[in-house]
């Protein structure tokens, strides 16, 4: 499971927090071919919306720098990965950090998003907390894939796409532009971690 959280910095107009479940010590990351680095950070990355959520709510905005640490809590369990990684996602108006772990007390999948006059805190795909300047106590709703009109099953949405039933948008959580920009960030993080320093994006290669 995972936990990330955007930060906002004095002049920013965003702050998301944004919390992700990441999959099981099963995974064959977990037991062929990469190496710990490339485990910890490939294998949140497939499985923990943070960066992809971040890069969607940032409109496919390339980040200035990405500064991550990782960390292994539990050996007997986790033996051969990293079970803990920090990455502080910099970007010229807000700050994203992401906390993926398998170390939380127990699953959590929720969301916080912070603006300028209020949040929204998501705490599953059909709770919501909302509150405002406008308002002096914190309210609750509940929401559904049918309110919303969005897809469950990502399989689904692939066979709309090839039967051309539906036309992804760019930057859209699918798009081809927003899941490289995720690659870039997670490659980052991952030369930042094996390094102990701050990766520039704009001097990245």
């Not at 977990?30 to 960066?51: D, K, N, P």
């Amino acid at each position: 499971m995972g936990r990330a959280e955007l930060r906002s910095q004095p002049s920013a107009k965003q702050h998301l927090v944004a919390f992700s479940h990441l999959c099981s010590k099963s995974s064959p990351f977990l037991r062929h071919g990469c190496g710990l680095y490339e485990r910890i950070f490939y294998f949140f990355g497939v499985h923990a919306s943070a960066a992809l959520k971040s890069t969607y709510l940032m409109k496919g905005e390339e980040p200035i720098a990405v500064t991550a640490v990782t960390k292994q809590f539990k050996p007997a369990i986790y033996p051969r990965v990293d079970d803990d990684a920090t990455i502080i996602i910099t970007y010229p108006t807000a700050e994203c950090i992401i906390q993926a772990s398998w170390n939380w007390p127990f699953s959590r999948k929720d969301m916080e998003v912070y603006g300028e006059t209020g949040y929204v805190f998501a705490d599953n795909n059909t709770s919501m907390r909302l509150r405002n300047q406008q308002e002096k106590t914190e309210r609750s709703i509940k929401v559904n894939a049918r309110e919303l009109d969005v897809y469950e099953d990502p399989f689904s949405y692939f066979a709309d796409v090839v039967k051309g039933r539906i036309k992804v948008p760019t930057n859209g959580l699918y798009s081809l532009e927003n899941n490289m920009m995720v690659v870039k960030i997670l490659d980052a993080a991952r030369k930042s971690a094996k390094t102990g320093k701050t990766v520039m994006l704009k001097e990245y290669k």
